[in-house]
């Protein structure tokens, strides 16, 4: 079995979300798969309920130690994939998934607050020498601002860019939260449109790396200053003047769920 955990310092950089679209693309991909939530505001019990039974199922699990006890008796019971989902921030639930996970996603939106708090959740993952992967969330159809959000993650954890930065990039549309809304994947929602598409080939990407996993650093260490390398970056990033802001694409009430 395999156990993906998606953590960041941030609200709002969609975990949710991609764990749910995450589970269903592996799901029609022939996995047997469950999701953990950690989180205690409940967005994926909340979905669970507006689905009914229908797999993949949704277990709340907020006791570190529970996390432990309950992957292995998973494995045994033919689950052949688990998705934990975290709270924001760096709680003991979430350093508990990511001490167990074989590997951590980190969202973040392409804007600088998103990539600086990016920080804490990788220190922790290089502790644990665990690998991870940057998910670009959320993001403009287009734009000079993806490419630099990229770049920046990938330089600033020290790997290269198509090592570490999943690919696709998640586009933001309404696909996303309608489906949320109403109790399913994006996959089921809109079988056919680009948001289902992305979710695809984003699962398929995790599951290559999934079997050829990129290591942290062999030392543990500390968790980094903030922002890691970003000063001098700060520069390369275009201001969003020339972009869409979050408010001209007209977000429904949960777009960062």
């Known amino acids: 079995m395999h156990t993906i955990v998606l953590a960041t310092q941030k609200g709002g950089s969609g975990k949710s979300t991609l764990a749910i679209g995450l589970a269903l693309a592996a799901q029609q991909a022939g996995h047997n798969v469950r999701l953990i939530e950690t989180d205690k505001q409940g967005t994926l019990s909340k979905w669970q309920c507006r689905r009914g039974l229908a797999e993949p199922l949704v277990e709340p699990i907020y006791n570190p130690a529970d996390i432990e006890n309950r992957l292995p008796a998973l494995e045994r019971g033919g689950v052949t994939l688990t998705i934990i989902d975290t709270a924001s921030g760096i709680t003991a639930a979430t350093t508990a998934a990511i001490r167990h996970a074989d590997m951590t996603l980190i969202p973040a939106r392409p804007s600088i607050a998103d990539i600086e708090a990016t920080a804490a959740t990788l220190g922790v993952i290089k502790a644990w020498k665990k690998p991870f992967a940057y998910i670009l969330n959320q993001t403009p159809l287009r734009g000079q601002r993806i490419d630099a959000a990229a770049s920046t993650l990938s330089d600033d ?96 009430w949960d777009a960062c769920l």
């Open 157 to 252: 954890a020290g790997y290269d860019l198509f090592d570490v930065v999943a690919q696709p990039f998640v586009v933001m549309r309404n696909d996303h939260q309608d489906a949320l809304t109403a109790g399913l994947a994006v996959s089921e929602f809109a079988p056919s449109g680009k948001s289902a598409d992305e979710m695809r080939d984003l699962w398929r990407w995790v599951e290559t790396r999934l079997n050829c996993a990129v290591p942290a650093e062999e030392e543990i260490v500390a968790v980094p200053e903030f922002p890691i390398l970003l000063r001098e970056r700060l520069q390369s990033i275009q201001p969003p003047s020339s972009l869409p802001t979050w408010a001209d694409t007209n977000p429904s």
